[in-house]
Every structure is written in C-alpha cells, then in structure tokens.
C-alpha cells in the first residue's frame, strides 16, 4: 500500500513570482499532500493536494504558541524554518492517517519525488533527506510516530534557539543531531576524553540506520562539492524542467528531484562572493504552466521557455 506523505509549509506575505510554475510541479506530485499555512491567496485552480489553511502570520504564531510553555514572537515569517522540528507536533491534528510528514520550500521546482522515495524505501527509513550529511531544510519526509514528533526536545537548547530573534537553522543540523548525536561523543566533546574516532563513528553509523541520507544535488552554488567535484559558481547553472523532469545542462542523463533556487535569487548563501543572478532582475519569469509540458530552462537569466 502507498505510503501517505503530508508536506507543511507555513507561508506568509507575498506569494514568490514563479508560484504558478512551482504549483504545477506539486500538481504533478499528485499522491503527496502540501497543507499550506498562509494569509494568500494563491489563486482558485490549485491542485487538488494542496490544501490551503487561512490565517494570519499573527495568528499562526497564536496557533503555535498553544504547545509552548515559553512566548515564541518571531519577527519574521522566515524565522518560523525554525519551527520545522517541531511540524509534528504542533499540527499532528492534520496529520492523523499520514504515514509521513515533513517540510519544504517554495523556491523549488520539483521533479518526480515518489521516483527517488519509493515505497521500499519509505518501508525500510524512518527520515529522508536530500543531503548526505544532515536532515535538509528545503525537503524533509519523516515518520509520523509520536517518538518523531516529540524528537525536537532532543536538539540542544531548542528553547533558547526558538527564542533567538535570528534564524538559527535547527531545521538542519539541530535536529540532525539530536538523532545523531550520542552521549559518548558530547562526554568527549565536553570533557576531551580522546574517545576513538572509529568508535564515535561506528556510533553515529548505527543511529543513522534509518535515517536515508542521501545526496540528492538540488542546490547549486554551493561550497559543498558537486557530482563532479566543483565548488560554489563553477557548479551547473543552467537547468530544464520538462514534462515533471528536471535536469541541467552538466549532468544531462541525470534526473534531479528538485531544483532549489536558493543562490539563483539571494546572495547570503553563495560562499565565493559571487552575486545572485535574480537579485537585480525586474522580472524573474517569462513563461507560463503550460509551457512546462514542453520544457522550460531555469538560468541566470530567469525562467523561460526551452528553445528548441
């Protein structure tokens, strides 16, 4: 039987300009549901997987506030990526029937999601994420139990990090090491017990066991190596999207899960000193849904469609 997938995604302001291209790709991930939680209106043809949940960014935070014993005021919507650990638990009245819940982003493109998580993987993992070293916050499935849900009180001083007026990103590492993090390896940080190296790893292999940490490549721009080995703007920069799949112009046989857009439209994260391409462009896209079917190309120069 397939395995129900439920996405979260708290989004408040202004809807992104590809938001038609990005719904058209969930669309096409029919058997996975996307529960937004947004003051927008997106439009009245969206998919039938997505389900729209009206509220305020203010009243959102009142929501959230109701499974906190502290006040958490985030300044800004972007502050709530902090929140993703805690997904589980505070909206688990929706997720009653999901066998999986998790988060995403809307700066992406997604390709074919159940052709990289097929049932037999979800039967077999418990968490599945699109970077090898940690759990990753544009794209993240995990098991809806109740140990999952409450594994947020696991992540180190996660009070103090959701009271942090700035985003601190417990989304990705914090989380990641509240499963992998053993009391062995903080005793030996802590107290510099020159505890093996081996020993700390074979550790931190067996609590990953079913944790699906795999590289899936979606970020470019990055100083973490590329399929071929290239760091931040040397990596792919240029990318189609045809029909629900999604490629680029370097790794042309392979098939990507999705595109994020992350370093083609902010400068924060590119490492190199290099600028997003997006950031001075008046207009991103120059397409429409209905030219996905035949491809469209995703550059530095926006979003347009695929020449032939």
Same mark, same amino acid.
Request: charged letters at 25%; one cysteine or more.
């Given at each position: 039987?397939?395995?129900?997938?439920?996405?979260?995604?708290?989004? *408040?302001?202004?809807?992104?300009?590809?938001? /038609?291209?990005?719904?058209?790709?969930?669309?096409?991930?029919?058997?996975?549901?996307?529960h937004f939680f947004t003051d927008i209106h997106? +439009?009245?043809?969206?998919?039938?997987?997505?389900?729209?949940?009206?509220?305020?960014?203010?009243?959102?935070? /009142?929501?959230?506030?109701?499974?906190?014993?502290?006040?958490?005021?985030?300044?800004?919507?972007?502050?709530?990526?902090?929140? $993703?650990?805690?997904?589980?638990?505070?909206?688990?009245?929706?997720?009653?029937?999901?066998?999986?819940?998790?988060?995403?982003?809307?700066?992406?493109?997604?390709?074919?999601?159940?052709?990289?998580?097929? /049932?037999?993987?979800?039967?077999?993992? /418990?968490?599945?994420?699109?970077?090898?070293?940690?759990?990753? +916050?544009?794209?993240?499935?995990?098991?809806?139990?109740?140990?999952?849900?409450?594994?947020?009180?696991?992540?180190?001083?996660?009070?103090?990090?959701?009271?942090?007026?700035? &985003?601190?990103?417990?989304?990705e590492h914090g989380i990641a090491n509240a499963?992998?993090?053993?009391?062995?390896?903080?005793?030996?940080?802590?107290? $510099?017990?020159?505890?093996?190296?081996?020993?700390?790893?074979?550790?931190?292999?067996?609590?990953?066991?079913?944790?699906?940490?795999?590289?899936?490549?979606?970020?470019?721009?990055?100083?973490?190596?590329?399929?071929?080995?290239?760091?931040?703007?040397?990596?792919?920069?240029?990318?189609?999207?045809?029909? +629900?799949?999604?490629?680029?112009?370097?790794?042309?046989?392979?098939? &990507?899960?999705?595109?994020? *857009?992350?370093?083609?439209?902010?400068?924060?994260? $590119?490492?190199?000193?290099?600028?997003?391409?997006?950031?001075?462009?008046?207009?991103?896209?120059?397409?429409?849904?209905?030219?996905?079917?035949?491809?469209?190309?995703?550059?530095?120069?926006?979003?347009?469609?695929?020449?032939?």
């Amino acid at each position: 039987m397939t395995q129900r997938i439920a996405l979260i995604i708290p989004y *408040f302001g202004k809807a992104p300009e590809w938001s /038609d291209l990005y719904f058209e790709t969930v669309r096409m991930n029919s058997s996975i549901d996307f529960h937004f939680f947004t003051d927008i209106h997106f +439009g009245d043809s969206l998919p039938h997987n997505v389900h729209i949940h009206k509220l305020s960014f203010n009243g959102y935070v /009142d929501h959230v506030n109701q499974f906190l014993d502290f006040d958490f005021r985030p300044p800004n919507a972007y502050k709530l990526c902090d929140l $993703r650990p805690l997904f589980g638990y505070i909206h688990q009245d929706i997720l009653e029937g999901y066998d999986f819940y998790g988060w995403t982003d809307m700066d992406i493109l997604f390709g074919d999601i159940r052709k990289f998580y097929q /049932d037999s993987i979800l039967e077999k993992y /418990d968490i599945l994420s699109t970077h090898a070293h940690t759990i990753s +916050g544009h794209l993240a499935i995990i098991r809806n139990t109740h140990y999952h849900r409450t594994k947020f009180l696991k992540i180190y001083r996660w009070k103090e990090a959701l009271l942090n007026p700035e &985003f601190v990103g417990i989304d990705e590492h914090g989380i990641a090491n509240a499963y992998l993090y053993s009391i062995w390896e903080k005793a030996n940080y802590k107290y $510099r017990l020159n505890i093996p190296k081996w020993f700390i790893n074979a550790i931190r292999k067996y609590k990953a066991r079913k944790m699906f940490l795999v590289e899936q490549y979606t970020t470019p721009f990055m100083n973490k190596p590329w399929i071929d080995d290239s760091v931040n703007s040397e990596q792919p920069d240029t990318w189609t999207y045809i029909n +629900g799949r999604i490629s680029n112009c370097r790794d042309a046989e392979k098939e &990507f899960i999705y595109l994020h *857009f992350m370093n083609f439209k902010s400068s924060k994260w $590119r490492h190199d000193g290099t600028k997003a391409p997006w950031e001075h462009l008046d207009r991103i896209v120059d397409c429409s849904t209905e030219d996905m079917k035949s491809g469209i190309v995703i550059s530095p120069k926006g979003i347009s469609v695929l020449s032939e």
